[in-house]
């Protein structure tokens, strides 16, 4: 069946790297991506990963996909403030082309 | 990427009433909006896939006949909660598939459904 699972929360310190993780049951998962959202805000797509890829880098956000154990994770190098916010896993099964699983969001707060 | 707008942004309604909620795409033609259900601490849920001119197709366990869901031009999909109760409160959300890609899905910012 088609799962994804994060942690809840995640707390910080302003200027540490947050690094927040997720599990995911479909192998046959085509993208993995990472969602931000914040209160009054729509969902912001951060980044997504292809499944044939193990890392991919954009300024501050690094995600790492480790596929045997169907596990991905992305850090924010040097927090913020701003980065307060829920972020949501998530996959598209290869079975739906454009159905996305989402998994509970972990709520990222900063603090000084 | 893609606006997109929701209206309102919050309602509140009497248990037995029913309630219209709007999904704008404001400068993309959509062909494809999908509607999510959103609990509090927990993910989103798809409901349905609403496609232009056509019946929309529901995820197993939502009742269409409760959930009306509308996309009767290429920038507007409505979503009428019938008859709703209180465990109907929830936060719904829209998106726009703006492109061939899941990725290219970009989201409303939500409307929060309180049935009083």
């Known amino acids: 069946g088609e799962d994804v699972e994060q942690s809840l929360f995640l707390s910080v310190r302003e200027g540490d790297s947050s690094v927040i993780n997720c599990t995911y049951t479909d192998s046959s998962s085509t993208y993995l991506y990472w969602y931000k959202q914040e209160p009054g805000a729509g969902l912001q797509l951060l980044t997504y990963i292809f499944s044939n890829m193990d890392m991919k880098q954009d300024q501050r956000l690094t995600v790492l996909l480790n596929k045997k154990d169907k596990h991905l994770s992305l850090r924010i190098a040097d927090t913020q403030t701003g980065d307060s916010a829920i972020y949501f896993c998530a996959e598209s099964p290869y079975s739906s082309a454009s159905k996305i699983i989402f998994g509970s969001g972990t709520r990222l707060s900063i603090r000084p | 990427g893609a606006v997109v707008s929701q209206h309102p942004s919050w309602v509140i309604c009497k248990s037995g009433t029913s309630v219209k909620i709007e999904c704008r795409s404001l400068?993309?033609?959509?062909?494809?909006m999908f509607w999510y259900r959103q609990f509090p601490k927990q993910s989103l849920m798809l409901m349905a896939t609403s496609n232009e001119g056509s019946k929309a197709t529901y995820e197993q366990g939502v009742e269409k006949d409760k959930f009306l869901i509308n996309h009767a031009s290429l920038t507007l999909s409505t979503l009428t909660v019938t008859s709703a109760h209180p465990e109907d409160s929830s936060f719904y959300i829209c998106?726009?598939?703006?492109?061939?890609?899941?990725?290219?899905?970009?989201f409303g910012p939500g409307t929060r459904l309180t049935v009083t």
């Open positions: 400068d993309f033609q959509a062909t494809t």
């Open positions: 998106s726009v598939l703006a492109g061939g890609r899941t990725y290219e899905q970009y």
